[in-house]
């Protein structure tokens, strides 16, 4: 059974930065697609953020060129870089792999998430 544990959320003031992390038991993070989501209040989780097993990676737009994925293979872990972090970046984040291209669902059991707060 895979498990998936998020970690390093916050209050942090607009323009900040955090780095979430996720630990993953039951699969290996190297083997799968793996993909940071948000569910903000009262709306849908999505995906932000892909990392494929071959190392390529993808964002949403209005993530790019300020959240960053990455992966320690030998912690078995996956991480999100999050700089000039936006009001509108208040969500609760989740880390899964993704069940298609581009997908909002995931392969595995969602964890509890981590919560992400930035005030203006």
């Known amino acids: 059974q895979v498990h998936l544990v998020e970690s390093g959320g916050g209050l942090v003031q607009a323009g900040g930065s955090l780095r979430l992390s996720c630990a993953a038991s039951?699969?290996?993070?190297?083997?799968?697609?793996m993909g940071w989501y948000r569910q903000a209040p009262g709306k849908l989780r999505v995906l932000v953020a892909t990392l494929t097993s071959g190392g390529l990676t993808n964002y949403a737009d209005y993530v790019k060129g300020r959240f960053t994925i990455s992966r320690d293979n030998a912690k078995n872990m996956v991480y999100l870089q999050m700089n000039s972090l936006k009001p509108e970046d208040t969500a609760v984040y989740y880390c899964?792999?993704?069940?298609?291209?581009?997908?909002?669902?995931?392969?595995?059991?969602w964890g509890k998430g981590t919560l992400v707060t930035v005030s203006s």
């Open positions: 039951g699969t290996l993070v190297s083997f799968n697609n």
């Open positions: 899964n792999a993704p069940a298609g291209a581009a997908s909002n669902y995931g392969m595995y059991s």
